[in-house]
Protein backbone atom coordinates (compact mmCIF):
# COMPACT_ATOMS: atom_id res chain seq x y z
CA UNK A 1 0.00 0.00 0.00
CA UNK A 2 1.59 3.49 -0.93
CA UNK A 3 1.56 6.22 1.60
CA UNK A 4 3.10 9.91 1.84
CA UNK A 5 7.32 9.59 3.16
CA UNK A 6 9.16 12.84 4.46
CA UNK A 7 12.40 12.55 2.23
CA UNK A 8 15.35 14.18 3.21
CA UNK A 9 15.85 16.67 0.14
CA UNK A 10 18.99 18.99 1.43
CA UNK A 11 21.27 19.31 4.09
CA UNK A 12 22.91 22.43 5.08
CA UNK A 13 25.00 24.15 8.28
CA UNK A 14 27.15 26.40 9.68
CA UNK A 15 29.95 26.67 12.79
CA UNK A 16 31.32 30.09 13.47
CA UNK A 17 34.57 31.07 13.19
CA UNK A 18 36.00 31.30 16.48
CA UNK A 19 37.42 28.05 17.55
CA UNK A 20 37.64 27.72 21.49
CA UNK A 21 40.59 24.85 22.09
CA UNK A 22 40.92 22.78 25.38
CA UNK A 23 44.17 24.65 26.04
CA UNK A 24 42.43 27.84 26.22
CA UNK A 25 39.82 26.40 28.60
CA UNK A 26 42.58 25.30 30.67
CA UNK A 27 44.03 29.11 31.28
CA UNK A 28 40.43 30.11 32.24
CA UNK A 29 39.53 27.38 34.59
CA UNK A 30 41.03 24.14 36.32
CA UNK A 31 41.26 21.78 33.89
CA UNK A 32 43.53 20.63 31.14
CA UNK A 33 43.50 18.98 27.51
CA UNK A 34 44.14 15.77 28.84
CA UNK A 35 41.21 15.72 31.41
CA UNK A 36 38.63 16.97 28.75
CA UNK A 37 39.37 14.51 25.89
CA UNK A 38 39.71 11.32 28.60
CA UNK A 39 36.32 12.18 29.76
CA UNK A 40 34.20 13.87 26.54
CA UNK A 41 36.34 13.04 23.90
CA UNK A 42 35.92 16.93 22.62
CA UNK A 43 38.99 18.45 21.61
CA UNK A 44 38.26 21.93 20.55
CA UNK A 45 34.52 23.88 19.71
CA UNK A 46 32.92 26.89 18.42
CA UNK A 47 31.83 30.30 19.66
CA UNK A 48 29.39 33.10 18.27
CA UNK A 49 30.82 36.29 17.62
CA UNK A 50 29.50 39.34 18.88
CA UNK A 51 26.71 39.91 16.90
CA UNK A 52 25.91 36.38 15.97
CA UNK A 53 22.70 35.20 17.17
CA UNK A 54 20.67 32.15 17.29
CA UNK A 55 18.68 33.04 14.18
CA UNK A 56 21.77 33.52 12.05
CA UNK A 57 23.68 30.63 12.29
CA UNK A 58 20.39 29.29 11.63
CA UNK A 59 19.79 31.25 8.88
CA UNK A 60 22.71 30.43 7.19
CA UNK A 61 22.32 26.88 7.69
CA UNK A 62 19.43 26.96 6.30
CA UNK A 63 20.40 28.72 3.12
CA UNK A 64 22.80 25.70 2.69
CA UNK A 65 20.21 23.36 2.82
CA UNK A 66 18.03 24.84 0.36
CA UNK A 67 20.86 25.28 -1.97
CA UNK A 68 22.12 21.42 -1.60
CA UNK A 69 18.00 20.55 -2.20
CA UNK A 70 18.20 22.99 -5.27
CA UNK A 71 15.35 24.88 -3.85
CA UNK A 72 14.51 28.17 -2.78
CA UNK A 73 12.67 29.94 0.02
CA UNK A 74 9.44 30.03 -2.13
CA UNK A 75 9.27 26.19 -2.55
CA UNK A 76 9.03 25.56 1.42
CA UNK A 77 5.89 26.01 3.92
CA UNK A 78 6.93 24.92 7.37
CA UNK A 79 10.25 25.90 9.36
CA UNK A 80 10.49 24.14 12.63
CA UNK A 81 13.63 25.61 14.49
CA UNK A 82 14.49 23.33 17.35
CA UNK A 83 16.69 25.94 20.19
CA UNK A 84 17.05 26.06 23.67
CA UNK A 85 18.58 29.46 23.29
CA UNK A 86 16.06 31.62 21.14
CA UNK A 87 16.99 35.06 20.29
CA UNK A 88 14.19 36.41 22.29
CA UNK A 89 11.20 34.83 24.35
CA UNK A 90 9.61 35.46 22.12
CA UNK A 91 8.50 36.12 18.60
CA UNK A 92 10.08 32.70 18.07
CA UNK A 93 13.75 31.91 16.38
CA UNK A 94 11.78 30.47 13.43
CA UNK A 95 9.85 33.43 12.25
CA UNK A 96 13.33 35.45 12.56
CA UNK A 97 14.55 32.65 10.04
CA UNK A 98 11.30 32.71 7.60
CA UNK A 99 11.94 36.91 7.89
CA UNK A 100 15.31 36.68 6.79
CA UNK A 101 14.93 34.42 4.05
CA UNK A 102 11.51 36.53 2.39
CA UNK A 103 8.98 34.32 2.93
CA UNK A 104 6.04 35.71 3.40
CA UNK A 105 3.63 32.29 3.39
CA UNK A 106 3.95 28.80 5.22
CA UNK A 107 4.07 28.39 8.96
CA UNK A 108 7.30 29.00 11.28
CA UNK A 109 7.45 27.92 14.97
CA UNK A 110 10.08 26.83 17.54
CA UNK A 111 10.37 23.75 19.53
CA UNK A 112 11.98 23.67 22.54
CA UNK A 113 13.37 19.92 23.68
CA UNK A 114 16.74 20.97 24.38
CA UNK A 115 19.32 18.36 22.70
CA UNK A 116 16.54 15.90 21.50
CA UNK A 117 15.38 19.01 19.84
CA UNK A 118 15.98 17.74 16.30
CA UNK A 119 14.93 14.73 16.55
CA UNK A 120 11.20 16.09 18.03
CA UNK A 121 11.61 18.33 15.31
CA UNK A 122 11.72 16.33 12.60
CA UNK A 123 9.14 13.83 14.04
CA UNK A 124 6.67 16.88 13.79
CA UNK A 125 7.26 17.60 10.20
CA UNK A 126 6.92 14.50 9.49
CA UNK A 127 3.90 14.61 10.89
CA UNK A 128 2.99 17.82 8.76
CA UNK A 129 3.96 16.55 5.71
CA UNK A 130 2.91 12.96 5.74
CA UNK A 131 -0.76 14.48 7.15
CA UNK A 132 -1.11 16.01 3.62
CA UNK A 133 -1.35 19.49 5.19
CA UNK A 134 2.06 20.96 3.88
CA UNK A 135 4.43 19.57 1.00
CA UNK A 136 8.30 21.37 2.09
CA UNK A 137 9.52 22.10 5.34
CA UNK A 138 12.82 23.42 6.60
CA UNK A 139 13.89 21.24 9.54
CA UNK A 140 16.50 23.50 11.89
CA UNK A 141 18.78 22.58 14.84
CA UNK A 142 20.78 26.15 16.31
CA UNK A 143 22.07 26.72 19.38
CA UNK A 144 24.32 29.81 21.06
CA UNK A 145 25.30 27.84 24.44
CA UNK A 146 27.90 29.96 24.99
CA UNK A 147 25.17 32.35 26.07
CA UNK A 148 23.78 30.40 29.19
CA UNK A 149 27.21 29.01 29.90
CA UNK A 150 28.59 29.79 33.47
CA UNK A 151 32.51 30.03 32.42
CA UNK A 152 33.61 29.57 35.86
CA UNK A 153 31.89 25.69 36.10
CA UNK A 154 34.72 23.60 34.39
CA UNK A 155 32.14 20.75 34.58
CA UNK A 156 30.05 22.26 31.97
CA UNK A 157 31.95 25.34 30.46
CA UNK A 158 34.13 22.49 28.67
CA UNK A 159 31.20 20.65 26.71
CA UNK A 160 29.32 23.07 25.20
CA UNK A 161 30.02 24.94 21.54
CA UNK A 162 27.57 26.70 19.14
CA UNK A 163 26.51 25.80 15.88
CA UNK A 164 23.18 25.46 13.55
CA UNK A 165 22.29 22.38 11.12
CA UNK A 166 19.20 21.91 8.85
CA UNK A 167 17.57 19.62 6.51
CA UNK A 168 14.89 20.12 3.81
CA UNK A 169 12.23 17.35 4.05
CA UNK A 170 9.74 16.81 1.07
CA UNK A 171 6.29 14.90 0.91
CA UNK A 172 6.61 12.10 -1.68
CA UNK A 173 4.88 9.06 -2.45
CA UNK A 174 6.28 5.69 -1.26
CA UNK A 175 5.34 2.05 -1.31
CA UNK A 176 4.83 1.79 2.71
CA UNK A 177 7.73 -0.75 2.62
CA UNK A 178 11.18 -0.18 4.58
CA UNK A 179 12.65 0.34 1.41
CA UNK A 180 10.87 3.62 0.94
CA UNK A 181 13.29 6.76 1.30
CA UNK A 182 12.20 9.23 4.14
CA UNK A 183 11.75 8.81 7.80
CA UNK A 184 10.27 5.50 8.15
CA UNK A 185 9.79 5.85 12.48
CA UNK A 186 10.05 7.74 14.91
CA UNK A 187 9.73 6.97 18.62
CA UNK A 188 9.76 10.39 21.25
CA UNK A 189 10.01 10.08 25.28
CA UNK A 190 10.02 12.58 28.03
CA UNK A 191 10.12 12.05 31.95
CA UNK A 192 9.86 15.83 34.21
CA UNK A 193 11.16 14.00 37.20
CA UNK A 194 14.67 14.62 35.70
CA UNK A 195 14.38 18.38 35.46
CA UNK A 196 17.53 18.52 38.53
CA UNK A 197 19.90 16.85 36.54
CA UNK A 198 20.10 19.17 33.40
CA UNK A 199 18.34 22.85 34.18
CA UNK A 200 19.23 26.49 33.11
CA UNK A 201 18.81 28.25 36.31
CA UNK A 202 16.54 30.69 35.04
CA UNK A 203 13.74 31.74 33.17
CA UNK A 204 11.12 34.59 32.91
CA UNK A 205 8.56 32.78 34.68
CA UNK A 206 10.46 32.01 37.35
CA UNK A 207 13.53 34.45 38.40
CA UNK A 208 13.42 36.62 35.26
CA UNK A 209 17.11 36.10 34.72
CA UNK A 210 18.29 34.23 31.53
CA UNK A 211 20.02 32.13 33.57
CA UNK A 212 23.27 29.42 33.45
CA UNK A 213 22.96 26.13 32.34
CA UNK A 214 23.36 23.45 35.20
CA UNK A 215 24.18 19.49 35.08
CA UNK A 216 24.57 16.77 37.13
CA UNK A 217 27.47 14.61 34.74
CA UNK A 218 27.02 11.41 36.27
CA UNK A 219 23.38 11.56 36.75
CA UNK A 220 23.10 11.74 33.01
CA UNK A 221 25.57 9.87 31.59
CA UNK A 222 24.00 7.37 33.77
CA UNK A 223 20.79 7.44 32.40
CA UNK A 224 21.62 8.33 28.80
CA UNK A 225 22.47 4.85 27.95
CA UNK A 226 19.93 3.07 28.76
CA UNK A 227 17.09 5.86 27.48
CA UNK A 228 18.85 5.93 24.04
CA UNK A 229 19.09 2.20 23.74
CA UNK A 230 15.41 2.15 24.60
CA UNK A 231 14.09 4.12 21.88
CA UNK A 232 16.41 2.62 19.29
CA UNK A 233 15.20 -0.77 19.84
CA UNK A 234 11.53 0.38 19.33
CA UNK A 235 12.71 1.38 16.12
CA UNK A 236 13.84 -1.84 14.96
CA UNK A 237 10.75 -3.44 16.21
CA UNK A 238 8.63 -1.26 14.31
CA UNK A 239 10.65 -1.64 11.26
CA UNK A 240 11.99 -5.05 11.38
CA UNK A 241 15.03 -3.90 11.39
CA UNK A 242 18.42 -4.61 13.29
CA UNK A 243 21.53 -2.92 14.23
CA UNK A 244 23.24 -5.02 11.35
CA UNK A 245 21.24 -3.53 8.51
CA UNK A 246 21.95 0.20 9.67
CA UNK A 247 24.56 1.94 7.06
CA UNK A 248 25.07 4.85 9.58
CA UNK A 249 24.25 5.59 12.99
CA UNK A 250 23.95 9.52 13.38
CA UNK A 251 23.62 10.20 17.30
CA UNK A 252 24.04 13.17 19.33
CA UNK A 253 26.85 14.85 20.08
CA UNK A 254 27.30 14.76 23.80
CA UNK A 255 29.68 12.85 24.98
CA UNK A 256 31.92 10.13 22.91
CA UNK A 257 31.39 7.82 26.04
CA UNK A 258 27.98 7.96 25.50
CA UNK A 259 28.26 7.46 22.09
CA UNK A 260 30.72 4.65 22.07
CA UNK A 261 28.60 2.81 25.15
CA UNK A 262 25.40 3.09 23.60
CA UNK A 263 26.72 2.19 20.09
CA UNK A 264 28.44 -1.24 21.81
CA UNK A 265 25.11 -1.86 23.98
CA UNK A 266 23.09 -1.79 20.52
CA UNK A 267 25.96 -3.95 18.81
CA UNK A 268 26.20 -1.14 16.13
CA UNK A 269 29.64 -1.65 14.61
CA UNK A 270 31.94 1.42 15.38
CA UNK A 271 32.84 2.59 11.69
CA UNK A 272 29.25 3.12 11.01
CA UNK A 273 29.01 5.49 13.86
CA UNK A 274 29.37 9.43 12.59
CA UNK A 275 31.48 11.44 15.38
CA UNK A 276 32.17 15.47 14.95
CA UNK A 277 32.19 15.93 19.27
CA UNK A 278 35.70 16.31 19.26
CA UNK A 279 35.38 19.44 16.65
CA UNK A 280 32.01 20.84 17.77
CA UNK A 281 31.62 19.83 21.41
CA UNK A 282 27.51 19.37 22.47
CA UNK A 283 25.85 21.96 19.97
CA UNK A 284 22.66 20.60 21.89
CA UNK A 285 19.82 20.39 19.20
CA UNK A 286 22.14 21.44 16.28
CA UNK A 287 24.67 18.32 16.84
CA UNK A 288 22.92 15.97 14.80
CA UNK A 289 22.27 18.14 11.58
CA UNK A 290 25.93 19.32 11.77
CA UNK A 291 26.84 15.32 11.91
CA UNK A 292 24.38 14.92 8.89
CA UNK A 293 25.38 17.72 6.60
CA UNK A 294 29.46 16.74 7.48
CA UNK A 295 28.24 12.78 6.41
CA UNK A 296 26.80 13.79 3.24
CA UNK A 297 29.29 16.45 2.44
CA UNK A 298 32.29 14.10 2.16
CA UNK A 299 30.20 11.38 0.45
CA UNK A 300 29.82 9.11 3.88
CA UNK A 301 25.99 9.39 3.40
CA UNK A 302 24.55 8.31 0.30
CA UNK A 303 20.88 7.66 -1.29
CA UNK A 304 19.73 4.68 -0.40
CA UNK A 305 21.43 4.87 2.81
CA UNK A 306 19.85 3.58 6.33
CA UNK A 307 20.27 6.13 8.84
CA UNK A 308 19.84 5.80 12.57
CA UNK A 309 19.50 9.20 14.68
CA UNK A 310 19.03 9.24 18.32
CA UNK A 311 19.44 12.73 20.72
CA UNK A 312 18.31 12.70 24.58
CA UNK A 313 18.16 15.98 26.38
CA UNK A 314 17.34 18.06 29.14
CA UNK A 315 13.49 17.52 30.68
CA UNK A 316 14.59 14.72 30.55
CA UNK A 317 13.67 14.53 26.65
CA UNK A 318 15.38 11.40 23.81
CA UNK A 319 14.17 10.16 20.84
CA UNK A 320 14.93 8.47 17.24
CA UNK A 321 14.48 8.31 14.04
CA UNK A 322 14.90 5.80 11.44
CA UNK A 323 15.43 7.24 8.25
CA UNK A 324 15.85 6.16 4.19
CA UNK A 325 18.75 8.49 3.03
Excluded at 150 to 176: H, I, K, P, S, Y
Excluded at 285 to 295: F, H, R, V
Excluded at 307 to 318: I, P, R
Amino acid sequence: MSRIRSVVRGCGSYLPERVLTNAELAGMVDTSDEWIVQRTGIRERRIAAEGETTSSLGLAAAKAALEDAGLTPADIDLIVCATSTPDYTFPATATQIQSALGMTHGAAFDLQAVCSGFIFGLATADKFLTSGSHRRALVIGAETFSHIIDWQDRTTCVLFGDGAGAVVLEAMEGTGTIADRGVLTSHLRSDGRHREKLYVDGGPGTNRKVGHLRMEGREVFRHAVGMITDVISDAFAATGTTAEDLDWFVPHQANRRIIDASAHKLGIAPEKVVVTVDRHGNTSAASIPLALAEAKADGRIKEGDLVMLEAMGGGFTWGSVLVRW
